[in-house]
């Protein structure tokens, strides 16, 4: 096996770890120092690795940084054409919350999603990007609201077998799709609740945490929402509940397994007023047939726990075989699973909060 690499974005800086075992890591960090790093991606299409980093300055504000040499460099573009509101938006990029390359098929697509919810597309690499101005203008958008913590788009999925095809998730706002590239957006929330708003559940408004997507059926996907699990089997046009077997309803990431069908794994909290986990236990729950039963891990979790696993702050990697599952805290440690979630190692502990951890076998 090749070594792995888990990039873990913080609130103060970016730290790079690596292991050729997923037990020993060696450590390279902090990077972005005192800059809170909300995003990351590891791209290792076409046999190379590009780190990407969506990293916010107090004083400079947020920039997209990348490094083709796993962070013994940086470079970002300074000359308007990273992620900036062309004249006449009449808003700013406050944060960005996503980095998502696209498929191998489309290998110089990268997408960005900032907070406000604005969606941008890079086609070199991560290197400039354009704003999306469809969804931009969309009409729903001035009615968007912010939640707890911020308007953004925090979710992009591409469809692998449809370029025209792609899924977005904000907070709140709740899930868009293109079907024609972008020239057009649709809400795709139907049967997702929005506890929060009066009346019956709205056409959109809801407060969707993060969706992830099957990696056989990619029509299959899996959306944690701010009170709720749900399951999509017809990509995203409407969604079921998967929360029977759940202690809680409520919680931040979901993450599909990278190769087999039916597998995801969810860190649930026990409620929006009440945001620990159930029993004061960090506990991750894994389903193997699509979110019909659910098993919980526990084997190396701390208990007396009450912090909180971040949207982006659960990842898996992409090894042949048993994948390893990784997890960041907001009291700063990261756990890494080797057996997909059986048992679980911490790994790193005294970071500033995690805000995203991403995780790649290295070519």
């Keep these: ?35 809170s790093v909300a995003a990351c991606a590891i791209d290792t299409r076409g046999g190379r ?31 308007g054409s990273g992620i900036r509101f062309p004249p006449g938006a009449d808003a700013s990029v406050e944060a960005v919350w996503q980095l998502r390359p696209d498929t191998t ?13 604005a969606l941008w597309r890079s086609d070199d690499n991560g290197e400039t990007f354009s704003l999306v101005e469809s969804l931009w203008n969309h009409p729903h958008r001035p009615t968007w609201e912010p939640g707890f ?26 899930v868009y799709v293109t079907d024609d590239a972008g020239a057009s957006w649709n809400p795709s929330n139907t049967g997702i609740r929005a506890d929060f708003l009066p009346g019956d559940s709205p056409e959109y408004g809801q407060c969707v945490h993060k969706v992830s997507r099957d990696p056989t059926d990619p029509n299959r996907l899996y959306a944690q929402n701010h009170g709720g699990v749900y399951r999509s089997a017809d990509g995203g046009s409407t969604w079921d509940s998967i929360a029977d077997g759940l202690p809680a309803d409520f919680g931040f990431p979901v993450v599909a397994h990278p190769h087999r069908a039916g597998t995801a794994w969810v860190a649930p909290l026990v409620a929006d007023a009440e945001r ?21 891990s526990v084997d190396g979790l701390p208990d007396d726990f009450y912090g909180v696993v971040l949207r982006d702050a659960m990842t898996a990697d992409d090894v042949d075989g048993a994948v390893g599952v990784y997890v960041g805290t907001r009291d700063g440690s990261v756990y890494a699973s080797a057996d997909e979630g059986e048992s679980w190692t911490e790994v790193i502990r005294h970071l500033p909060d995690v805000l995203c951890v991403r995780a790649a076998v290295l070519p």
């Design 49 to 79: 690795t590009r780190l990407l980093v969506g990293a916010s300055s107090s004083h400079w504000g947020p920039g997209v940084s990348w490094s083709d040499d796993l962070g013994a460099g940086w470079t970002e573009a300074h000359d």
């Design 1 to 35: 096996m090749n070594d792995v690499l888990l990039a873990v974005g913080t609130k103060k800086g970016l730290w790079l770890l690596r292991s050729a075992d997923r037990r020993t890591w060696s450590v390279d960090g902090p990077h972005f120092f005192m800059n």
């Design 149 to 174: 913590g911020g308007q953004a788009i925090h979710t992009v999925l591409p469809h692998p077998r449809d370029d025209q095809r792609v899924l977005v998730a904000m907070s709140t706002g709740g």
């Design 105 to 117: 098929d489309r290998p110089g697509v990268v997408w960005a999603g900032s907070q406000p919810s």
């Design 276 to 296: 620990i986990p159930p029993r004061g236990q960090l506990q991750i729950w894994r389903t193997d047939d699509a979110g019909d039963t659910w098993a919980r």
